[in-house]
């Protein structure tokens, strides 16, 4: 039976169901419904709501610029979902976005550039730079993963703590060669063509090379999460890790890889981010990890632990990407969207719990 056909028949069943209840049990079951979709329902009304505001909302470079704005989140967020997953969460995620954004940019600025911070250094190869952020990021959530299931220490402390750590070593970092802190900007044509160039346009309007990328990052996340042996793992450690241990499974291992693979898709992300943004400097990546966090919880990745699918982060990144745009539209101050955003998580945590507190 294929995907299609599944579904089908999962809606015949649940309608099914639906008529044998009691008017009374109808009444709950509509009442269920709208709580438990609630953040979906407020959010369709949002659009709809901007796009009959603002009727460039839903234009073709909008779209196109959505689209680009939520590839750019999507290997954080793939990464933080893993964590998340066990229960956990990365709060060290959005400073290894900035520390390994800020090493690409500065492995690849341009050599005429007047302020280079390697300035006998040449331009190195595009592949080289990639391996190195990846190994970096991958270092830090290696030891991330080490101290949650070495020392039983919450994901929140740790994650906290290196968070602090990465910061420091990334104030350090823009210090090297009498940098100063400055802004590290005068990329190579050559980077900034491989994150930014565009092979294809929809309605005249380029569509930027990442996209493409963060396509291939989700491929390959769905791939580890449902076909490989650690992806199952991962679930099992997350719904319940003494019935995994006693299952055979090395808890201990599964927790470290889950959270190397979150940094490396951080270093991915600050790859891409250092020739998005352009110009980079120690505020780069700061709260990216709220943003991810709250695209995973919208997206029914679980903090009860076991529960969550690449695609319902994708959908969360998406869902969440379109109601920020959607406030810059309605020229919502930019206070007022850090509240908004705070209220998203919030509501979005409180109807997941509720969930899992009627399923249990």
């Known amino acids: 039976m294929n995907p299609i056909q599944r579904s089908i ?15 009374k049990g109808k009444i709950t079951f509509w009442k269920e419904s709208l709580l438990n979709n609630a953040l979906y329902i407020l959010l369709i009304i949002a659009i709809i709501y901007t796009s009959f505001k603002n009727s460039n909302f839903l234009s073709a470079p909008s779209i196109v610029n959505i689209i680009s ?20 969460t990365d709060l060290s995620a959005g400073r290894v976005v900035g520390l390994t954004a800020c090493i690409s940019a500065s492995l ?52 906290l703590a290196t968070q602090l750590i990465i910061y420091g070593f990334l104030l350090m970092y823009m210090m090297i060669n009498g940098n100063n802190g400055q802004s590290l900007s005068g990329l190579d044509e050559r980077f900034t063509k491989f994150v930014k160039g565009s092979v294809i346009s929809v309605g005249g309007v380029a569509i930027p090379n ?10 390959v996340m769905w791939f580890i999460w449902n076909k490989t042996t650690f992806g199952k793992n991962m679930f099992a450690v997350g719904s319940n890790p003494e019935a995994a241990n006693v299952s055979g499974v ?65 959908m969360g990144v998406f869902l969440l990407r379109i109601i920020f745009v959607a406030l810059n539209f309605l020229s919502i101050n930019m206070n007022m969207q850090y509240v908004i955003k705070g209220l998203i998580i919030l509501v979005a945590c409180a109807i997941d719990m509720r969930k899992y507190l009627v399923r249990k």
């Open 9 to 23: 028949g999962n809606i015949k069943q649940n309608y099914s169901d639906y008529k044998s209840l009691e008017s």
């Open 210 to 219: 990442y996209v493409w990328y963060a396509c291939v990052v989700v491929i």
């Open 69 to 88: 704005l939520s590839a750019a989140n999507l290997p954080i967020a793939c990464g933080i979902a893993g964590c998340i997953v066990l229960t956990g």
């Open 108 to 159: 690849l600025q341009a050599v005429t550039y007047a302020t280079k911070m390697f300035p006998n250094l040449p331009v190195l190869p595009i592949p080289v730079v990639i391996i190195i952020v990846i190994l970096v990021g991958g270092i830090v959530g290696w030891v991330n993963g080490f101290f949650v299931a070495k020392f039983k220490l919450h994901p929140f402390i740790v994650t």
């Open 250 to 314: 090395n808890v201990m291992k599964t927790t470290i890889l889950v959270h190397t693979l979150a940094g490396v898709m951080y270093g991915v992300t600050g790859f891409i981010e250092a020739a998005r943004i352009g110009s980079n400097t120690a505020n780069t990546g700061l709260n990216y990890e709220s943003d991810a966090i709250a695209a995973c919880v919208i997206g029914g990745v679980s903090f009860v632990g076991g529960t969550g699918k690449i695609s319902g982060v994708v």
